[in-house]
């Protein structure tokens, strides 16, 4: 198994609170099972507690921020305050599940708002199956996506990103094998023929069409545009 | 017992920084607001936490929602949630300036996309898990919690100040130095105070039989 993960600087954008909701969800789910990414995101918020310090601002110049008497008004409402227990907003507690050929897969709780958005599963082409998530309002298309055992993706390139997170079974490209928690992400430059022999379910997420290189797939692509279902406004 | 009590009587949490940057003594002085606020819920550490750090988390705010209003909400509700959760904060499981920045930070990835009115799919608390907190199940061994509520009884017989560094030292797990700071003594004071008063309890043990030579 290779495993894939988001890179430095997609954890340090994690880190620093500045990712969109649905990468950050990805990355989320990812480092829960990822005991090397969760360390480094640690490592990533410690230095970033650290820039903070640098700020170099005098300590005691509190113009910016708050006057005397609003820094005094201020102390006072937070210290006088009744200090209620915050009141512990749960989504339920049931988890969700995408159900796929008898199966019934357990997803992240950090994504089921996708599994709730998401629609009935079509059939792409031979063992290739796609679950469209929609209603999201971000400019991506989001699909659930389900390689039977023996199914491919043809070969393909990305006029943009290229999101994918493993949720059962595993599947491989020219560079690697990719298992449960993998957040395999490819772009522009990178040309692939993702397979899957035991079967995988996964959630993609692309930011602009494929385009595919090889193969009868190739008809497709002067209507890809037409294929794909961004949300952005 | 005696093992807790040599655990009291020996510093084992020395913070002694070698280094002297700047960073570094803010970085000590925050933990030390931490400490007192959690331990105290003392107003003069949050108003020096303030100083310390309100202008920091503003700068980081606005450079993030874009609104320095918004922005200055989120540095109170920042150190309001310092003052509320202090006490659940682990020292062991990250600085207490990481654990400030996570808190602003979370503020931020929910107040900025409201802001801009981006989807809101997911909050910061489910996107961010809440790992520097302390753990509700206890890593404590039945015995030590065991030795921990006798001392609370035994303490009753002690001088105010007495119980006040057992309390500090033995119960709540606080440094020497960290008791000191709390208490504004000296650190000569909290080590002959407390020799003082497990020297008595020690008496009061063997009076009332508690079976330890």
């Known amino acids: 198994m290779t495993r894939a993960h988001p890179d430095n600087q997609l954890l340090k954008a994690f880190a620093e609170g500045s990712l969109d909701s649905v990468v950050a969800a990805l990355i989320s789910a990812h480092v829960s099972s990822c005991q090397n990414c969760s360390d480094s995101l640690r ?12 700020d170099d601002t005098p300590e005691n110049d509190l113009a910016p921020c708050l ?7 201020f102390l006072n409402q937070i210290t006088l305050s009744e200090s209620k227990p915050e009141p512990i907003e749960s989504r339920g507690t049931a988890p969700v599940v995408i159900r796929v050929q008898g199966q019934s897969i357990e997803v992240p709780a950090v994504l089921s708002i996708f599994a709730e958005l998401a629609g009935r599963w079509q059939s792409v ?12 309002g971000s400019p991506y298309q989001i699909d659930f996506i389900y390689m039977e055992a023996g ?15 493993v949720l059962q079974g595993c599947f491989s490209d020219e560079l690697g094998d990719y298992g449960v928690g993998d957040l395999v992400v490819r772009n522009g430059f990178d040309e692939h023929t993702p ?12 930011d602009a069409p494929l385009h595919f290189t090889a193969g009868l797939a190739r008809l497709l692509n002067p209507f890809s545009r037409l294929f794909f279902k961004s949300e952005a406004t | 017992m005696f093992a807790s009590t040599a655990i009291c009587m020996t510093d084992t949490t ?13 970085a000590e002085r925050v933990r030390l607001c931490v400490v007192r606020i959690a331990a105290e819920k003392k107003k003069s550490a949050l108003a020096e936490l303030m100083e310390l750090m309100a202008n920091r988390i503003l700068h980081f705010a606005i450079k993030h929602v874009g609104d320095e209003s918004l922005a200055r909400e989120i540095v109170q509700d920042t150190l309001m949630a310092v003052w509320t959760k ?8 990250a600085k207490a300036t990481t654990w400030i920045f996570t808190i602003a930070r979370n503020l931020c990835y929910d107040q900025g996309r409201k802001k801009l009115s981006r989807p809101q799919l997911v909050s910061a608390e489910d996107v961010y898990q809440d790992v520097y907190y302390q753990d509700s199940s206890g890593s404590q061994t039945s015995d030590s919690e065991l030795d921990k509520e006798k001392i609370l009884l035994l303490i009753e017989e002690l001088s105010v100040e007495q119980r006040q560094v057992v309390n500090l030292v033995c119960i709540q797990d606080y440094s020497h130095a960290d008791t000191a700071n709390i208490l504004q003594l000296p650190l000569g004071t909290v080590k002959s105070r407390l020799r003082l008063a497990l020297a008595k309890l020690a008496l009061i043990m063997k009076d009332k039989g508690f079976g330890y030579d």
């Open chain 2, 14 to 26: 020395l913070e002694s920084s070698n280094d002297d940057s700047p960073i570094e003594t803010t």
């Open chain 1, 195 to 206: 397979y899957s022999d035991e079967g995988c379910l996964c959630l993609a997420v692309i």
């Open chain 2, 86 to 93: 202090a006490a659940s904060f682990d020292q062991d499981k």
């Open chain 1, 151 to 165: 199914g491919t993706i043809p070969r393909h390139t990305h006029r943009g990103r290229e999101y994918t997170l």
């Open chain 1, 67 to 73: 006057g005397k008497q609003d820094f005094d008004a």
């Open chain 1, 125 to 136: 082409v031979g063992h290739l199956w796609q679950k469209a998530v929609s209603g999201h």
């Open chain 1, 43 to 54: 490592v990533q918020e410690a230095s970033l507690a650290d820039v903070l310090l640098e």
